[in-house]
């Protein structure tokens, strides 16, 4: 099991955040692995003392926020870079289990023995999960004001389209966030903040590819009785490239801060199952996240 495990996995941080929080919002892109780069990202954040009143994750994003949101340092990192190759978190078993690859219940249940997951500490701020909605494919928005099970949602936000079976949310059946909005910064700019932070997984130069023709027909069978989430998978591209775009003139204008990993991360699957290039990517959030750590504080600061 000693290749199965992250060789570095004992080093990984462990603490909790101080409750002494900062008015704006974290807004943190999917990509299922790749978001150990957010990891690594929010525990040097937390770490330095920089905790966002809100959390407004997608996908992977949320399962990494509602960490962040608890306050726990490195959880996020040390369940993922132990238990990748669990087949109880990835793999048959939940596919089983849970109709999905990735075992949610497992991560935020059975591993309480071992890595607990503070529930009580998600009463200090607002935490805000995106789902996309099969039937219409917009963004649902959740949190506790709406949503009766928030980690039901994160389950529905983290749920993989093709492989993954809709979750149902507050009567309404739901998949992964990114169908829909990839990175929610406009729905923190809708909600007043001033101050928004966007961890993204992927390199400055990235666009997404247009659909292929086997694609397409791929998708519209196999959502062919759900032609809105259909059209909108069709059109990953053109939305997602727009997203970026818009970042950058907000970014450039300073109304949004945006880490964004210093290299390309082409190199890291969905489903990366090497442990050492998932450990290196989290330590790659770290080491951007410091590089940039007094020019973060600047942003956060000026008014």
Not at 88 to 96: D, L
Not at 109 to 127: M, T
Not at 194 to 202: D, F, G, N, Q, S
Not at 240 to 263: A, C, G, K, Q
Request: glycine share 8%; proline share 4%.
């Amino acid at each position: 099991m000693d290749n199965k495990i992250y060789s570095g996995w004992d080093s990984l941080p462990r603490g909790y955040a101080s409750d002494k929080l900062t008015e704006g919002c974290l807004v943190l892109e999917g990509g299922a692995f790749r978001a150990l780069y957010s990891s690594g990202v929010a525990d040097v954040m937390m770490e330095n003392g920089i905790n966002m009143s809100c959390v407004c994750g997608v996908s992977a994003g949320a399962m990494n926020g509602v960490n962040y949101a608890a306050g726990q340092i490195g959880r996020s990192a040390r369940v993922n870079l132990r238990y990748r190759h669990d087949g109880n978190y990835v793999g048959a078993k939940p596919i089983v289990r849970e109709h999905g690859i990735i075992g949610f219940d497992y991560v935020f249940g059975d591993l309480q023995d071992v890595e607990p997951f503070d529930y009580s500490a998600l009463d200090k701020r607002r935490f805000v999960v995106v789902t996309t909605d099969v039937d219409t494919a917009k963004p649902h928005y959740w949190e506790k004001s709406n949503c009766s099970d928030i980690f039901q949602a994160i389950k529905a936000s983290a749920s993989m389209p093709y492989v993954s079976a809709p979750v149902e949310v507050e009567g309404t059946f739901n998949l992964d966030g990114g169908c829909s909005v990839n990175i929610p910064y406009n729905w923190a700019i809708r909600q007043g903040y001033k101050k928004i932070i966007v961890v993204r997984t992927r390199a400055d130069d990235y666009r997404e590819p247009p659909c292929s023709d086997g694609a397409r027909i791929m998708i519209s069978r196999i959502y062919r009785n759900n032609p809105e989430l259909a059209w909108k998978l069709i059109h990953t591209d053109e939305r997602y490239n727009l997203e970026m775009d818009e970042l950058h003139y907000l970014t450039d204008h300073h109304r949004v801060f945006t880490f964004i990993p210093s290299r390309s991360l082409d190199d890291i699957g969905r489903l990366e199952p090497d442990m050492e290039k998932l450990g290196d990517l989290y330590y790659l959030g770290r080491k951007d996240a410091l590089a940039r750590l007094d020019e973060l504080k600047t942003y956060l600061e000026y008014l």
